[in-house]
């Protein structure tokens, strides 16, 4: 598998601070070798839509397993996220 972050997404991960984003990061790594996928979720109100729970984050991504691809589309705090 590959990761590929969409320009919001790294913009998004560009504006968080230093420890949150080391945080998501870590994180992002870790869902790339399948450990500690506990948190994350398939969303039902969005089709093909993942996400993964870090603190007080949320990374909403797309899985392609033909392409061998994650596709980040945003990182947000769970106040916006699901809006």
């Known amino acids: 598998m590959r990761l590929v972050l969409s320009k919001r997404a790294d913009k998004d991960l560009l504006s968080m601070e230093q420890k949150d984003r080391q ?4 994180a992002i790594d870790r869902l790339l070798l399948g450990i500690g996928t506990a948190n994350v979720v398939k969303i039902k109100t969005r ?5 993964l729970r870090v603190g007080d ?12 691809l994650i596709l980040v589309h945003r990182i947000m705090h769970r106040r916006e996220a699901y809006r």
């Not at 089709?47 to 996400?51: A, G, N, T």
């Not at 984050?57 to 061998?68: K, Q």
């Open 23 to 26: 945080r998501v990061q870590e």
């Open 47 to 51: 089709e093909e839509q993942w996400r």
């Open 57 to 68: 984050w949320r990374i909403l991504f797309e899985i392609d397993n033909a392409e061998g």
